[in-house]
């Protein structure tokens, strides 16, 4: 099993660019801390999220909070590189997710979900001729289907993670704790935030008013306070407030900010942490609009080793410019 992202929206935005998106908006439901992701505003609304590699065994984790009234509002689809979709579809009827490969049913889901309120999905993909689709629901087996999962001859992998909601108000699903990694369940997770805290002497971009912290560590995030750099091989080292690990164990960790360049001019920026000494980080190309660029490792890359709560402790987020 590996961890390839983990979303969760305590910074008080979607974060998911708007090309990936529709009818989505920031709610003050969450199964953890303050915000979820509703998904409303339309029958077909969604959001979709990439993912990484485009695998051949991709899993989510998520919790959700459907409101139904209408059949086939809230689904869960993994989309195909040859554009087809594997999908735990909503039933009205026997109030359950089952499970379609190419708008085919293959198997009836067998555990209830709630008509209100919070459940924990897990929703596990092999694609193959001789493939699978397992779907966990509150940790009790709901499917387990074994056979083709590949409609076409050139189908190799998955590319995003579709979450569909419904219309606005009462048929709105939000969603949390979003996980999504590979190669089995992942179990039931939570996203627990850690916010910027306090500068470091690493502190090379220059603030528009104030500690490098301080421009970015606001709820909801605002662009109108920021670090900005125009030279090469700058970065800022954060720390951030402290971990929780008397509630929670500690599987993966993933940094994230909000980024553009002025101009386009194919510039970059490196997003990661340090930690202990190691710098662990992912470069991603910027454009001239704001967007989301993250770095996950399930993985402390100080040894590397399993994280735990003293290297989260001391962990600081790390971000560097790379320009042309």
């Known amino acids: 099993m590996a961890i390839l992202r983990a979303y969760s929206f305590e910074c008080g935005n979607v974060m998911i660019p708007s090309a990936d998106l529709s009818g989505s908006s920031v709610i003050g ?12 505003a339309g029958s077909n609304s969604y959001v979709r ?4 590699g485009s695998p051949a065994n991709p899993s989510v984790s998520i919790w959700v909070y459907p409101v139904y009234g209408v059949d086939q509002l809230t689904r869960i689809k993994y989309l195909l590189n040859t554009g087809e979709y594997i999908e735990l579809r909503w ?10 490969v190419d708008n085919a049913l293959v198997e009836a889901g067998t555990v209830q979900v709630p008509l209100a309120g919070w459940f924990h999905c897990q929703f596990y993909l092999v694609v193959s001729d001789t493939g699978s689709i397992q779907v966990k629901i509150h940790g009790h087996e709901s499917i387990n289907y ?25 048929y709105a699903t939000t969603y949390d704790d ?6 089995g369940y992942l179990g039931d997770l939570r996203c627990v935030d850690m916010r910027p805290s306090a500068d470091t002497a690493q502190d090379d971009w220059t603030p528009s008013a104030g500690d490098n912290y301080s421009t970015i560590d606001e709820t909801s995030a605002s662009d109108a306070d920021y670090n900005e750099t125009n030279v ?10 402290g971990y929780d690990g008397a509630t929670y164990t500690p599987v993966a960790a993933t940094a994230w900010v909000r980024a553009r360049e002025e101009a386009a001019t194919g510039d970059s920026i490196k997003v990661g942490y340090n930690s ?7 470069e991603d190309i910027l454009s001239t609009a704001y967007d989301y660029h993250y770095h996950t490792n399930d993985e402390n890359p100080d040894g590397p080793a399993a994280w735990d709560d003293a290297a989260l402790e001391a ?9 042309s």
């Open 49 to 52: 999220i990439p993912i990484e």
């Open 232 to 241: 090469d091989a700058q970065a800022d080292e954060l720390e951030l407030t």
């Open 29 to 40: 439901i969450a199964h953890t801390g303050s915000y979820g992701l509703r998904v409303g």
């Open 276 to 282: 202990n000494g190691t710098v662990d980080v992912t």
């Open 146 to 170: 074994s056979g083709d999962t590949k409609p076409q001859a050139g189908t190799t992998g998955v590319e995003y993670v579709y979450l569909y909601g419904g219309a606005v108000g009462a």
């Open 178 to 183: 979003i996980v999504i990694g590979t190669g």
């Open 91 to 100: 039933n009205s009827t026997s109030h359950t997710f089952d499970a379609y």
């Open 315 to 323: 962990l600081l987020l790390r971000y560097e410019s790379v320009i």
